[in-house]
């Protein structure tokens, strides 16, 4: 399958499996190298980026077979190299609804990490990189099932040893709205670097949206040592999906209760509730509930749905729109999404159509 953007060499570098390269230097501040944003530059009419988001940017290695998995045995199927990362994909599908979007993240002085850079350029997204030669640019497999589902397997790559002293800081005081996935929060580093980036972003004026990422990771972590630090942050808009909802709102799963209950444990944040074959519910801060209802439910390949409504959601809501409104847009390109191969497969020309309102 043909994709939008630079594809990896299959001569290039093979993944290591722990991510990184031990060297002495690795606990050493890696010289940042700033990647076609800087401050003072992309700025919208009110002197502000209207999007920022800090986190992973990895390479998928996505693997898909047609036929139940032969444990212990070979089978047919298709695997190939793909663009990812959740807080990447948000940042790529933000732009391409037409929001002008920066990202930040930490790739390795690889193969990858070029390539990585190469694909954010074409997509339009300003980025600020930080290159190491410590650790190789992270990656994930990716397997999806005969029946669409996909389970992954994260590396620990340089988006995981991105540092506070390393972020940005006049460039993160610009955004009028950061964006962050968990992912940057389930290990430390990258966690002090979220933090910290949240932290500058929302002293300068800025609102902050979280997607929890993973409910297994939240879990693994800790649901209360999760919410404690995530509910300390001053989330304006949370982006979980029933499952993640679920786990943190106690048990609760009928998407009304765990909406209500999230907003308690969020005061004053917006809830997006992503619903997969159901749509979403939108619960704004003291407002009612709103139910969206899903148009297509053709399951392909689930990977980088979740990330593709966040920033679809986002490229609305940021520029006036309600948040169900916000939502409905969003629904519609997470469902075209799901029809495909990988987080974030080329348009093609039914969802250009969407884009442009036709």
């Known amino acids: 399958m043909n994709r939008t953007g630079p594809r990896a060499n299959p001569k290039g570098p093979r993944a290591n499996p722990k991510g990184s390269r031990a060297t002495p230097q690795a606990a050493v501040r890696e010289v940042t190298?700033?990647?076609?944003?800087?401050?003072?530059?992309?700025?919208d009419a009110s002197g502000r980026r209207p999007l920022?988001?800090?986190?992973?940017?990895?390479?998928?290695?996505?693997?898909?077979?047609?036929t139940a998995l032969l444990t212990g045995g070979?089978?047919?199927?298709?695997?190939?190299?793909?663009?990812?990362?959740?807080a990447a994909n948000a940042a790529v599908w933000a732009r391409r609804c037409g929001l002008p979007t920066t990202f930040v993240g930490k790739v390795g002085r690889d193969r990858f990490g070029a390539l990585a850079e190469a694909d954010l350029r074409e997509e339009g997204v300003e980025a600020y990189l930080i290159h190491t030669a410590a650790h190789l640019t992270g990656s994930v497999a990716v397997w999806i099932d005969h029946d669409g589902q996909r389970s992954m397997v994260s590396g620990k790559g340089a988006d995981h040893a991105l540092l506070p002293q390393e972020l940005p800081r006049?460039?993160?005081?610009?955004?009028?709205?950061?964006?962050?996935?968990?992912?940057?929060?389930?290990?430390?580093?990258?966690?002090a670097a979220a933090c910290e980036a949240a932290r500058v972003a929302k002293q300068a004026g800025a609102t902050l949206s979280l997607d929890p990422g993973s409910f297994q990771m939240i879990g693994a972590v800790g649901v209360a040592a999760f919410i404690d630090l995530t509910a300390g942050l001053g989330v304006d808009v949370l982006l979980p999906n029933a499952e993640e909802a679920a786990v943190l709102a106690g048990g609760e799963d009928a998407p009304e209760a765990m909406a209500a209950r999230l907003a308690e444990i969020y005061p004053g944040a917006l809830i997006?509730?992503?619903?997969?074959?159901?749509?979403?519910?939108?619960?704004?801060?003291?407002?009612r509930p709103a139910a969206v209802p899903p148009q297509v439910n053709r399951l392909v390949d689930a990977t980088g749905a979740g990330d593709a409504f966040a920033g679809a959601f986002l490229s609305r809501w940021l520029r006036g729109a309600d948040a169900a409104a916000a939502a409905r847009f969003a629904v519609g390109v997470s469902e075209w999404v799901i029809q495909q191969v990988g987080a974030r497969p080329p348009l093609d020309e039914a969802l250009r159509g969407y884009l442009d309102g036709r």
Do not use: C, M
């Open 272 to 287: 997006a509730l992503k619903l997969d074959a159901d749509g979403a519910l939108v619960l704004p801060p003291g407002g």
């Open 74 to 86: 070979d089978t047919y199927g298709e695997v190939e190299l793909a663009p990812g990362g959740s």
């Open 33 to 43: 190298d700033s990647v076609h944003a800087q401050p003072g530059e992309g700025l």
């Open 170 to 191: 006049d460039l993160l005081a610009e955004a009028r709205h950061l964006h962050l996935s968990a992912w940057a929060l389930f290990a430390d580093p990258p966690r």
């Open 52 to 66: 920022v988001v800090v986190g992973d940017v990895v390479w998928d290695v996505l693997i898909r077979t047609n």
